[in-house]
């Protein structure tokens, strides 16, 4: 039997654990991950692009739902685990679950220290820790001017360039005299305020914060000297503290942080401990790279491979603070007995130091140019000794003094174990093994076998060169980004050989355009699938294996394996009839929550699986595809029905449109809407196509937005009747529908293609007769899903209380194990 491996925490460190565990020992261990966020694991590094709009939350993932499901792991998201038994080895939650262990990892990070001023608790006062309080500064940027962040640590400096960047005016507040003292010397210090000053930012140094002002939101900050700084948003980015709360109710050792020793072991058999939150030797380690080192041990210690222990880390910190690139590694002040080699060019912006002691390289600080950073982390962990040749550190063979210079490249330089990319904890080792044991020839496949360069990109180049010198610089392919790991083609590749060819099936394509993975992944299968129907609607036949799960059910699974029936409402209009007969429905399966949704929809949700063909039965309404890539609503407004401000029939043209357009799969979900008037209640600027009706006609929007990155839609014509708005809305779908990536929502689309492309391809009645007419085709085949389940006893089988059981976690063969893969993340209204 396997063991029970709880992990309580599911943050960075914690994960990277688990990823080397099932490298070493995949079938060991039954694994479940408690994590209080709502989110898979991300990097949390990558915050401040977030934050600077840089980024959203699905490009900062670093193990999708897709992973826990591939590696059968449990995830409990917005868990917050309340107690350990150490005695009966359980944990609980608070959500009421106990879960048994044979083996505990403690990987519980660091909460944010705020500081306790009077005021801190005043609405607008919040840490810089996580994707809420990212979502908190953004919201907050659209209504106020006014920021201060306390700290001028990296993360208080990012939060600041990040609320910068959303227009606000930002002052930092630092006690010290110099900015991140804990990773520059006065020199570089000074040097990157000034970069930061040129940027925007204003600092107050050597400033203690006394209290925060205000009644309910906070209006300043007061400082001990008596002085005042207005505010309308107070950041915290004062530093971390572990998370042992947990460890010392249950009576874990805990100093600063849960005491642990080389193996990462706690004072208690049985349970371990990583990361932030773990104290090893006297020291809590809060950088990336020391983190995965203590993963790499513990993995090896519970997969049973003899290894040596943790002996500590060397710390270093290679950063790129609001675009100005630093280095700092091991003491690099000026201490007695050490001795300093300085560079400094003011004109171009670069400082490097390196210290010395006994003639060894002790410490270096760079700023501006870290090219070097490897070379010299290399040189501080080796010892070797540079006694009457220390210029050769910076300057090779100019710098004189005896021996030649060393003529290796960076990367040379570095010893195996050394971490290539911090972001994900990759090191030379893992990246030569993918090389030579796993084929890889190529950025795309080192990224897609290691994750090294998948997040921020910094360490490409350091990518390439491993590549280079394991391979030689004639053998590395220079490729473009395929589809997908499995092949090099891009989409526009693969559906114009789907076209030309005339292939109709994905096994057909990835064996004609020979896909290095014949099963193809989580990522082409449902990108092929879709393609195949867009070109060949009334030849292929719908892959259900290649559709996510929720795609397959026809409702969207919730956390808890239940899932969600939401049926169609069109243009947001119902009956009484219809109101009745989902009640009825609500309380004939003892529906625990209806809800309405944004949609002007009604959503039933925790419906058993097994209990889904009888309630689509029993509701006698069309599927509202909640789950799906396709239309998902037509919200509409009141419009001159009722209203004394409309000026035409918007009920009436939503549900035209949602009749018409129903059941249409597209690349990525589509919402639209219809206003009646210019003032626009149904929110038709910010959909993917809307509808705004003013005197004489309509206007029609492409390309909006009103999700985590919110965009205002582009105004492609102004039409004269309903069957023009029926015309233009088909042709511009179809042509989304054939022009688009897999997954790509309309305002990316756009931005990326660029509108008067659009408008171009749309120009002609021809054109959009011609467009209109392929889309009709494609509408003709489609059919009720749901309508089909019911009367087809095949379809049915599939939800039986035993298949339902046992379907979504099947794992016998290659084909259930890519249906298992194929989860997504639960999609809204």
Known sequence: MKQRLVMVG???????????????????????????????????????????????????????????????????????????????????????????????????????????????????????????????????????????????GLLGLEAARGLLNLNMEVSVVHIFQHLMERQLDPTGSQMLREQLEGQGMKFLLEKQSDSIIGKKRVKGLRFKDGSEVEADLVVMAVGIKPNVQLARDCGLEVNRGIVVNDFMQTSIPGIYSLGECAEHRGIVYGLVAPLYEQGAVLAKKLAGTEAPGYAGSVLSTKLK????????????????????????????????????????????????????????????????????????????????????????????????????????????????????????????????????SGSCGGCKPLVEEVLSLTLGADNVQQVHEGICSCTPL?????????????????????????????????????????????????????????????????????????????????????????????????????????????????????????????VWKDLDMPSGYAYGKALRTVKTCVGNTFCRFGTQDSIGMGIAMEKKFERLNTPAKIKLAVSGCPRNCAEATIKDLGVVAIDGGWEIYVGGNGGTRVRAADLLIKVKTEEEVLEWTGAYLQYYRETAKFNERTAEWLQRIGLPKIKDALALQSEREALVSRIEKTLDLMKDPWQQIIENADLLKAFDSLTAANSDSSSGGADNQSQAALVEKPPTD
């Open 490 to 614: 891009t989409r526009d590749e693969v559906v114009e050989a789907i076209t030309s060819m005339k292939l109709t099936t994905s096994k057909e394509v990835m064996h004609v355009l020979e896909w290095k993975n014949p099963e193809g992944c989580s990522k082409c299968r449902p990108a092929l699938n879709y393609y195949l129907g867009m070109i060949f609607p009334d030849e292929h036949e719908d892959e259900l294996e290649s559709r996510f799960v929720n795609e397959r059910n026809h409702a969207n699974i919730q956390k808890d394996g239940t899932f969600s029936v939401v049926p169609r409402i069109y243009g947001g209009v119902t009956t009484p009839e219809e109101l009745q007969r989902i009640a009825d429905v609500a309380k004939k399966y003892d529906v625990p929550l209806v809800k309405i949704t944004g949609g002007q929809r009604i959503d039933l949700l925790g419906v058993k699986k097994e209990d889904l063909p009888n």
């Open 321 to 452: 603070v609001s675009g100005v690139q630093v280095f700092s590694a091991g003491r690099f002040t000026d201490e007695p007995g050490t001795k300093a080699l300085r560079v400094q060019d003011d004109l171009a912006g670069i400082y490097k130091k390196v210290v010395f002691q006994e003639g060894k390289v002790v410490g270096a600080v760079l700023f501006g140019d870290t090219a070097e950073s490897s070379k010299l982390f290399s040189l501080i962990r080796s010892g070797e000794d540079f006694t009457g040749r220390e210029r050769e550190v910076l300057f090779g063979n100019e710098g004189g003094g005896g021996q030649s210079g060393s003529t290796t490249t960076l990367v040379e330089a570095m010893s195996g174990d050394e971490i290539i990319c911090g972001c994900n904890g990759v090191t030379k080792d893992t990246i030569i093994e993918a090389i030579k044991e796993k084929g890889c020839v190529s950025i795309g496949e080192i990224k897609a076998c290691t994750k090294a």
């Open 10 to 152: 599911n943050g960075m460190a914690g994960v990277a654990f688990v990823e080397q565990l099932l490298k070493l020992n995949s079938h060991k261990y039954e694994i479940t991950i408690i994590g209080a966020e709502p989110h898979p694991n991300y990097n949390r590094i990558m915050l401040s692009s977030v934050l600077a709009g840089d980024a959203e939350l699905k490009d900062i993932v670093l193990n999708d739902w897709d992973w826990y499901r591939d590696n059968h792991i449990e995830l409990l998201t917005g868990h917050v685990v309340t107690g350990i038994d150490t005695v009966n080895k359980k944990v609980s939650t608070d959500q009421g679950m106990v879960v048994e262990f044979d083996e505990l990892v403690l990987a519980t990070g660091s909460l944010p220290f705020m500081l306790p001023l009077p005021g801190a608790d005043k609405e607008g006062v919040i840490a810089f820790r996580d994707i809420r309080d990212c979502n908190t500064m953004i919201e907050t940027s659209k209504k106020y001017k006014k920021a201060i962040v306390i700290g001028g």
